[in-house]
């Protein structure tokens, strides 16, 4: 048994309340009022105390979007390094992408990295299985034997579904099965050799620009087939303006299309980038400042149901590259939380309540887990949180193998400091 006492807890109305946790066999066994004496009763002599006073107490944050490296890149990350990252970053609950080697297209992959994250036993590692094989869109996977293997969806990320029949099939297959299709949506045709978003930066430094309809081109097909077969549809990292509006009007009409949104696109406009480093490199890129804003416009109204990282790891001899050259990607895990909150909630743009939620219960309800709550009987996959320590993003202090980030010397507030997976501490400072 383990009791976190004194943990400032949002409530339904948002408001924070002080309680006590009581923890058994895993799940959250009771709640108690915390501005009274825990009732040793019905806590055990030998409990574990932890005192949270003065620390905010969440649901184990969820991240539906993330890269392992494993197998076939186990020198960008592993998924014992990744579930590490991700547990020091408060997450508890993390959704990986198949772009490994070999492509997670088969039930042998599948159960592989399903066996690695549980002999890791850090964080609970949901694989999302890819919807051609290898990825390369000429031919579908085999869904069903996919779903059994343990796939809780179907996307290609990495690169975007471009034949249109072929999408349409796999939404078609994917809805009889009731699965999600997961889209990364780029229109190869109008991206090129382009590395970063079409702009001032891209003018300024003589490199191809990657145009906002190479995304939302994508999505507005997506939409139309969506609507044609009835299937869950939801976006990747959105970013851009247009991609909005249209995943905002599907809505409106009821098409079941939902839609995720990262830090950085939240947070960085393609004016901010610096130089020719390509630890600002990443896909989608970082675009106008306009399409920042309609991101954030995005995810307060709700057009953007839920905060992805996207954590992409390379090595530090591949960003070294260049900026044409370098791989597209940033790592995420541990930095995610502290920026939103510094950025958006300590400013008083967003409640605590909205960010806590696009991280926790929202992600668990698009993807119907069982995750995402601080409630009696619920898993006591639980994250505490400092709101008032003040650190500086460190890259040498990463848990994650990547060193690629932009954030670096940020000075943020907002860390996490213990994670629980099933009632185990899996990550404390
Ligand atoms: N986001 C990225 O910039 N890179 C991702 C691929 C992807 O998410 O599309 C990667 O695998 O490195
Ligand atoms: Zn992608
Ligand atoms: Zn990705």
Redesign the pocket.
Same mark, same amino acid.
């Given at each position: 048994m383990h009791i976190i006492t004194n943990a400032s807890v949002l409530n339904e109305q948002g408001e924070l309340e002080k309680k006590h946790i009581i923890i058994e066999g895993g799940t959250i066994h009771s709640i108690q009022d915390g501005n009274k004496e825990w009732s040793a009763a019905e806590v055990g002599a030998d409990a574990r105390i932890t005192d949270a006073a003065g620390k905010l107490v969440t649901p184990g944050l969820i991240d539906m979007?993330v890269?392992l490296r494993e197998p076939g890149y186990e020198h960008k990350e592993t998924i014992e390094s990744g579930s590490r990252s991700a547990a020091k970053g408060g997450f508890t609950t993390i959704a990986c992408?198949p772009?490994t080697r070999p492509v997670t297209d088969n039930a042998e992959t599948l159960r592989l990295i399903q066996d690695k994250a549980k002999e890791a036993g850090l964080v609970k590692v949901l694989p999302y299985a890819a919807i051609t094989i290898r990825e390369l869109g000429r031919e579908l996977t085999d869904f069903e034997a996919l779903k059994e293997a343990g796939a809780i969806g179907f996307t290609d /990320? &990495?690169?975007g579904v471009q034949n249109a029949q072929m999408m349409k099939d796999a939404m078609r297959k994917a809805a009889s099965l009731g699965m999600p299709v997961i889209a990364?949506c780029?229109e190869n045709s109008l991206v090129e050799k382009g590395c970063v978003a079409e702009g001032k930066f891209a003018e300024r430094h003589g490199l191809v620009g990657i145009p906002n309809e190479s995304e939302a081109i994508h999505v507005g097909r997506d939409i139309l087939l969506a609507e044609a077969t009835g299937v869950h549809y939801h976006v990747?990292?959105v970013s851009t303006e247009q991609s909005i509006r249209l995943i905002r009007q599907a809505k409106s009409i009821g098409i079941h299309v939902t839609a995720e949104v990262c830090p950085h696109h939240l947070l960085l406009s393609e004016e901010d980038i610096p130089g020719l480093d390509a630890n600002w490199?990443?896909? =989608?890129p970082l675009r106008s400042r306009r399409d920042v804003e309609a991101c954030i416009e995005g995810l307060l109204d709700g057009t953007l149901d839920i905060i992805v990282t /996207?954590h992409?790891?390379?090595t530090e001899e591949e960003k070294a590259k260049g900026m044409e050259m370098a =791989?597209? &990607?940033?790592v995420g895990f541990e930095t995610a939380f502290p920026l939103l909150y510094t950025k958006f909630v300590e400013t008083g743009l967003w409640d605590l309540s909205t960010l806590v939620q696009r991280m926790t219960v929202e992600p668990a309800k698009v993807f119907g887990l069982e995750q995402g709550r601080l409630e009696v009987g619920a898993p006591a996959d639980l994250t505490m949180i400092d709101l008032n320590s003040e650190k500086v993003v460190d890259p040498e202090q990463f848990a994650t193998k990547g060193r690629n980030t932009p954030f670096t010397g940020w000075k943020l507030k907002g860390w996490p400091v213990t994670t629980w997976m099933n009632g185990n501490i899996v990550w404390s400072e």
């Open positions: 979007h890269h992408m772009n /990320d &990495g690169v990364h780029e990747c990292h490199k990443m896909n =989608p /996207d992409a790891p390379h =791989p597209f &990607g940033i």
